[in-house]
C-alpha cells in the first residue's frame, strides 16, 4: 500500500515526500518533470517521470503499488504565463486532473488530498481572508485551481470521492536540514529572488508598486513555512482517512509582512547588500492577502512549527547559500 504523490519532484511536493516518508509512510512520486527535479526526491522512493495525461502510465503505478490515497500538486502555478496561456493551463491543470481522477476511480481509490491556492479568491472584501470568503480568481491560475475544486465536489456528489482541497497562502522557506529547497527556473517569487541578489545572482530587486494602500506601500503577504504546509497534508490525510469527510481550509500564518520588510528581513538574515529599485504594480496584484488558518487548526489541529519569517528567511538562506545553483549543479559550491 503506498500513497501517490503528483508533482512530488515540484516545490511543495517534494517537502511534502520528505514530512511523509518522516511519518514513515510509503509514498510513491509520479512527476513530469517539467518544473521539479529528481534530485528533490529521495532515491528510496519509487519515481515516475510521467504526464497525468498519459492514462496507460498512471494504471500501471496505481496497479504496482497499490494506491489507497493521493496528493495531487501537479499542475502548471505561475500567474503570469496562465494570462498568456490559459489553454496550456486548462489543459494540464484540469484536464490533467480529470484524467487522473478517472483512473482513481478505474482502481477505487477514493481519497484525494489537492493542492489549491489563495489565488482562487482574487482581491479580497475582508481581511483575513476566511474560507467562505467569496471566490474571485482574477487569473487563469486561480480559476483552473478553483474548477479543480469544483470538479472535486461534483466528484464526491457523483462518485464518492473525497477531498481536502488546501488553499496556501506565500509558501516559503525550506527544509531545515538543507538537502531541499526551492528552485524555479523562471524564478518569480519574492523570497528566492532577494536571496539570489543577496548572492550577487541578480543585480536587484524590483519591488513591484510603492503606491498600494498599505503601510508602506508596498504589497502585504502571509508567508508560510512549506514544512508547516507539508504538515498540513499529513494531516489532511490522516483527517480523510477517519472520517471521510471532504473540507476545504486555508493555510498561513495569520500575519502579513509587505514587500520591504521581507527584503529588511533578508538583509538582516544574510548580513549582505541587497539593491532594490522602485517599479510599476505587476498586474494582478491585490494588496494585501492575509489568511485565517482558524478552520485548519481547529478540524486538522494544524498549528505552525516554524511561523515567524526570521526563521522562514533563514532556512531558505542555508539552502541558497549551500545549492546557489539550485539542483541543477554541485552542491555546496559557494
Ligand atoms: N514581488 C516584488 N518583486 C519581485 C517578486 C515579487 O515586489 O521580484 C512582490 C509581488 O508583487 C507580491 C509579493 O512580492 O506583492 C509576493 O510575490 P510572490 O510572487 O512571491 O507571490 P504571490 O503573492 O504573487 O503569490
Given at each position: 500500500m503506498a500513497i501517490l504523490i503528483t508533482g512530488g519532484a515540484g516545490y511543495i511536493g517534494s517537502h511534502t515526500v520528505r514530512h511523509?516518508?518522516?511519518?514513515?509512510?510509503?509514498?510513491?512520486?509520479?512527476?513530469?518533470?517539467?518544473?521539479?527535479?529528481?534530485?528533490?526526491?529521495?532515491?528510496?522512493?519509487?519515481?515516475y517521470a510521467?504526464?497525468?495525461?498519459?492514462?496507460?502510465?498512471?494504471?500501471s503505478v496505481f496497479g504496482a503499488h497499490d494506491i489507497t490515497a493521493v496528493i495531487h500538486f501537479a499542475a502548471h502555478s505561475l500567474v503570469g504565463e496562465s494570462v498568456t496561456g490559459p489553454l496550456?493551463?486548462?489543459?494540464?491543470?484540469?484536464?490533467?486532473?480529470?484524467k487522473l481522477l478517472e483512473v482513481m476511480l478505474e482502481f477505487d481509490v477514493k481519497q484525494i488530498v489537492f493542492s489549491s491556492t489563495a489565488a482562487v479568491y482574487g482581491e479580497p472584501q475582508r481581511?483575513?481572508?476566511?474560507?467562505?470568503?467569496?471566490t474571485n480568481p482574477t487569473n487563469p491560475y486561480g480559476e483552473t485551481k478553483l474548477a479543480m475544486e469544483r470538479l472535486l465536489h461534483w466528484s464526491e456528489q457523483a462518485y464518492g470521492i473525497h477531498y481536502v482541497a488546501l488553499r496556501y497562502f506565500n509558501a516559503a522557506g525550506a527544509d531545515p536540514d538543507g538537502e531541499i529547497g526551492e528552485d524555479h527556473t523562471p524564478e518569480s517569487h519574492l523570497i528566492p529572488i532577494v536571496l539570489q541578489t543577496a548572492l550577487g545572482q541578480r543585480s536587484h530587486v524590483a519591488i513591484f508598486g510603492d503606491d498600494y494602500d498599505t503601510q508602506d506601500g508596498t504589497c502585504v503577504r502571509d508567508y508560510i513555512h512549506v514544512m508547516d504546509l507539508a504538515h498540513a497534508h499529513y494531516l489532511a490525510l490522516k483527517k480523510l482517512e477517519t472520517t471521510a469527510k471532504s473540507a476545504v481550509y486555508n493555510l498561513g500564518n495569520g500575519t502579513g509582512f509587505s514587500v520591504k520588510e521581507v527584503i529588511d528581513m533578508c538583509k538582516q538574515v544574510?548580513?549582505?547588500?541587497?539593491?532594490v529599485e522602485q517599479t510599476?504594480?505587476?498586474?494582478?496584484d491585490p494588496a494585501v492577502l492575509i489568511a485565517s488558518s482558524a478552520k485548519a487548526t481547529e478540524?486538522?489541529?494544524?498549528?505552525?512549527?516554524?511561523?515567524?519569517?526570521?526563521?522562514?528567511?533563514?532556512h531558505a538562506w542555508q539552502w541558497h547559500v549551500h545549492h546557489p545553483t539550485g539542483y541543477q549543479k554541485g552542491k555546496d559550491t559557494l
Open positions: 511523509f516518508q518522516q511519518q514513515g509512510e510509503s509514498v510513491v512520486v509520479y512527476d513530469h518533470l517539467g518544473q521539479g527535479h529528481k534530485d528533490a526526491v529521495s532515491t528510496d522512493v519509487p519515481f510521467g504526464d497525468l495525461h498519459d492514462q496507460a502510465m498512471l494504471r496550456r493551463y486548462y489543459e494540464n491543470n484540469l484536464a490533467g486532473t480529470m481581511i483575513p481572508i476566511k474560507e467562505d470568503s467569496p544574510t548580513e549582505r547588500t541587497i539593491q510599476a504594480r505587476r498586474a494582478g478540524e486538522l489541529g494544524w498549528i505552525p512549527q516554524y511561523p515567524d519569517l526570521k526563521t522562514i528567511v533563514q
